[in-house]
C-alpha cells in the first residue's frame, strides 16, 4: 500500500519551456503533498506543502510563480516549473501524507524526475 | 527554526559490522523520528520510524533509538551487508513539517 506515482521521471527541454510534473496517491487520499528538490549527493529541499483544494505553502527563497502547484485533487498533485532556465535542472521528488496538518504520518515519496535544462 | 543535525555525513564500514548513525533536532514539540533509505536515483524508502512515547524499536537488523530529553535519536544497523549501501536520511516531525537531515552516505564493504 501507499504506492506514489510520479511521472514523467525524466525530462530534457529546452530553455524557457514550461515543464509540468504530476504526482499521484495510487491507493491512498493524500489530503497533503510535498515536493522537493535535491540536488546531487545532497538532503532533500522542501520547496513547497500543498494541501488538497487551497494554496500551496511555499518555503522561504521558493519562487511561486517560478514553481506553480497545484493540489486540485485528494490523488493528484502538479508541479509546473514555468519558462525552465539551466539552474532550475535538478531531481525534483514529490510525496504525499494522508493526514493533513499532522506531522506524524510517514510521507511516501514518489520515484523523482529528474530535469535537465539546456 | 527547526533543525534537524545528522552525524557522519560519510560512513564506511566492513561487511559484517554494525554502523550507528546519530541525528539530533532542535524542536521539542517533534513526536515522529522516521529513517529513509535512499539508493542512488531513486526515491527515498521508509525503513523504520519510532514515535516519541516509545524508546526504542527494532526490526530485524535495523534499531532506532530515542532520547527525548537530550532530543537524539540513532539508527543502529547490525550485521551489515554490502546492499545496506545508501544514503540515510533522519528526519523529525510533530508540527506541520518534517524536517529532514542532511544524510548519511553509507558504504558497506565486501
Known amino acids: 500500500g501507499a504506492v506514489v506515482s510520479q511521472h514523467p521521471s525524466r525530462v530534457i527541454c529546452k530553455s524557457g519551456t514550461s515543464v509540468k510534473i504530476e504526482c499521484r496517491s495510487l491507493?491512498?487520499?493524500?489530503?497533503?503533498m510535498f515536493w522537493y528538490r535535491q540536488f546531487p549527493k545532497q538532503s532533500l529541499m522542501l520547496m513547497a506543502t500543498?494541501?488538497?483544494?487551497?494554496?500551496?505553502?511555499?518555503e522561504q527563497g521558493v519562487e511561486k510563480d517560478k514553481f506553480l502547484i497545484n493540489h486540485a485533487s485528494l490523488t493528484l498533485s502538479t508541479l509546473t516549473v514555468t519558462s525552465a532556465h539551466p539552474e532550475d535542472s535538478s531531481f525534483y521528488i514529490c510525496?504525499?501524507?494522508?493526514?493533513?496538518?499532522?506531522?506524524?504520518?510517514?510521507?511516501?515519496f514518489g520515484d523523482g524526475t529528474r530535469l535537465s535544462i539546456l | 527554526g527547526e533543525n534537524v543535525e545528522q552525524h557522519p555525513s560519510t560512513l564506511s564500514v566492513q561487511e559484517g559490522d554494525s554502523a550507528v548513525i546519530k541525528c539530533t533536532y532542535s524542536?521539542?514539540?517533534?513526536?515522529?523520528f522516521p529513517w529513509y533509505k535512499q539508493e542512488l536515483g531513486k526515491r527515498p524508502q521508509l525503513i523504520i520510524d519510532i514515535r516519541s512515547n516509545v524508546g526504542e524499536k527494532k526490526d530485524q537488523r535495523i534499531a532506532v533509538t530515542l532520547n527525548k530529553t537530550a532530543k537524539h535519536f540513532s539508527l543502529h544497523i547490525t550485521e551489515t551487508q554490502p546492499e545496506d549501501s545508501a544514503v540515510y536520511f533522519c528526519?523529525?516531525?510533530?508540527?506541520?513539517?518534517?524536517?529532514f537531515g542532511a544524510g548519511t552516505r553509507l558504504f558497506v564493504k565486501a
Open positions: 510525496s504525499a501524507r494522508l493526514s493533513k496538518g499532522i506531522g506524524n504520518q510517514p510521507q511516501h
Open positions: 500543498s494541501n488538497e483544494g487551497s494554496k500551496a505553502t511555499y
Open positions: 528526519a523529525a516531525g510533530g508540527g506541520f513539517k518534517t524536517i
Open positions: 491507493d491512498f487520499q493524500a489530503t497533503t
Open positions: 524542536d521539542s514539540a517533534s513526536n515522529y
